[in-house]
T-cell receptor, first 117, second 115 residues
Framework: AQTVTQSQPEMSVQEAETVTLSCTYD???????LFWYKQPPSRQMILVIR??????QNATENRFSVNFQKAAKSFSLKISDSQLGDTAMYFC??????????????FGTGTQLKVEL | EPEVTQTPSHQVTQMGQEVILRCVPI?????FYWYRQILGQKVEFLVS????????KSEIFDDQFSVERPDGSNFTLKIRSTKLEDSAMYFC?????????????FGPGTRLTVT
C-alpha cells in the first residue's frame, strides 16, 4: 500500500515571500502520478499542480512549482510570491497508474499554510 | 468551465436513517469517485466506479454503503443506516477516460452531520 507523509502540519509565510511545503511518499510502483491539492476554508478541493513520475522535468504552474526527486520519493511544492489567497490547507496526493480504471488518490495529512501581511 | 456539482451542500440526519448524497459529474467523464474527510483529518478514498460497476473500494466502504448511476448524469452514494462516525465531508470526483492527465475534478462536497 502507498503512504503519503506531510511532516509540516502548519506553516506561515509573509506575503510576497516564497514557501516550500514538503511531501514524501512510499511506493514500490514505478509508474504513478503525484498531485498537490489546495483546500481553502470553503473546503473545496482544487488541483494546484500535477507531476507524472516518468517525467524528469519538474512541473510548474505560474507561481507554483514542484521539486520531484523520484529516487528520494520526495515531492515538495514551492509557492513563489505568496498571496493572501494562498491561505489554505494543502494536500499532497499519490495515484498509482492502473490501466482500465480505479486510480484512487491517496492523500497525506495536509499542511495548513497561512499567508500573513 | 464544466464542474462537478453535489447536492445537498449540508445534510443533517439522525442515527440509523438512510441518506443519499448526489453528484453530477462532468458530462464527458466516465470515471467516478467518492471520498470522505472527517473534520480535521485527511481525505480518504471510499470507492471508484466505471462502466456501471465498482472498480475499487476501500475498507471503509462496507455493506452500509452503495453507489449507483441511476441515469446518464447522476452518481449517488447511499448510506443505509447512518452512524455518528459517518459525520464527515463527502466529496465526489470524476475524470475523463482519455487525456492522460489522470486529474480528478472534485465537487464542492456535502457536509453530512449525523446526530
Amino acid at each position: 500500500a502507498q503512504t503519503v507523509t506531510q511532516s509540516q502540519p502548519e506553516m506561515s509565510v509573509q506575503e510576497a515571500e516564497t514557501v516550500t511545503l514538503s511531501c514524501t511518499y512510499d511506493t514500490s510502483e514505478s509508474n504513478y502520478y503525484l498531485f498537490w491539492y489546495k483546500q481553502p476554508p470553503s473546503r473545496q478541493m482544487i488541483l494546484v499542480i500535477r507531476q507524472e513520475a516518468y517525467k524528469q522535468q519538474n512541473a510548474t504552474e505560474n507561481r507554483f512549482s514542484v521539486n520531484f526527486q523520484k529516487a528520494a520519493k520526495s515531492f515538495s511544492l514551492k509557492i513563489s510570491d505568496s498571496q493572501l489567497g494562498d491561505t489554505a490547507m494543502y494536500f499532497c496526493a499519490f495515484m498509482k497508474y492502473r490501466a482500465g480504471g480505479g486510480n484512487k488518490l491517496t492523500f497525506g495529512t495536509g499542511t495548513q499554510l497561512k499567508v500573513e501581511l | 468551465e464544466p464542474e462537478v456539482t453535489q447536492t445537498p451542500s449540508h445534510q443533517v440526519t439522525q442515527m440509523g436513517q438512510e441518506v443519499i448524497l448526489r453528484c453530477v459529474p462532468i458530462s464527458n467523464h466516465l470515471y467516478f469517485y467518492w471520498y470522505r474527510q472527517i473534520l480535521g483529518q485527511k481525505v480518504e478514498f471510499l470507492v471508484s466506479f466505471y462502466n456501471n460497476e465498482i472498480s475499487e473500494k476501500s475498507e471503509i466502504f462496507d455493506d452500509q454503503f452503495s453507489v449507483e448511476r441511476p441515469d446518464g448524469s447522476n452518481f449517488t452514494l447511499k448510506i443505509r443506516s447512518t452512524k455518528l462516525e459517518d459525520s464527515a465531508m463527502y466529496f465526489c470526483a470524476s475524470r475523463p477516460t482519455s487525456g492522460g492527465s489522470y486529474e480528478q475534478y472534485f465537487g464542492p462536497g456535502t457536509r453530512l452531520t449525523v446526530t
